[in-house]
């Protein structure tokens, strides 16, 4: 539960406050702060969510979408009876096959802080493999 809190309220901040900022900021004043770090070319919403970092981050939430769904109680013990395809979607052996996915969540964790804008220097990243 932490962990999805953490994401959704990291998503919101983005999408909500950081994304509209870079966009809608004065290119004057854009340039002079910023500009270095987005190669003197203001952001667009596609090139934000294109990018390595967006990408990274889009995939991850993805993931972890599917991941927890599969966790709740009710796909776990297979209370939900789906059609005949797609009953072997639930149950406990799709939640744990699942969470081996998170393996490929923390891959893209590093990917996606090493991408990020706001500097180049490797040693002032966010995501150290330390944490993991």
């Known amino acids: 539960m932490g962990i999805t809190i953490g994401a959704l309220i990291h998503t919101t901040?983005?999408?909500?406050?950081d994304f509209p900022r870079l966009i809608s900021c004065p290119e004057s004043k854009f340039?002079?702060?910023l500009g270095p770090n987005f190669h003197y070319k203001q952001p667009t919403w596609s090139y934000l969510l294109t990018s390595?970092?967006?990408a990274t981050g889009i995939i991850m939430i993805i993931i972890m979408t599917f991941c927890f769904t599969l966790a709740t109680h009710s796909f776990r013990r297979n209370v939900i009876k789906?059609?005949?395809p797609l009953h072997s979607l639930a149950g406990f052996n799709a939640f744990w096959y699942a969470h081996h996915?998170?393996?490929l969540v923390y891959a893209l964790l590093v990917v996606h802080a090493y991408f990020i804008f706001l500097?180049?220097?490797w040693y002032k990243k966010t995501v150290s493999?330390?944490?993991l």
């Open 119 to 121: 500097t180049r220097e």
């Open 13 to 17: 901040a983005h999408l909500a406050c």
């Open 129 to 131: 493999p330390c944490i």
């Open 52 to 54: 390595v970092a967006g």
């Open 31 to 33: 340039m002079r702060t």
């Open 82 to 84: 789906l059609p005949s």
């Open 101 to 103: 996915l998170l393996a």
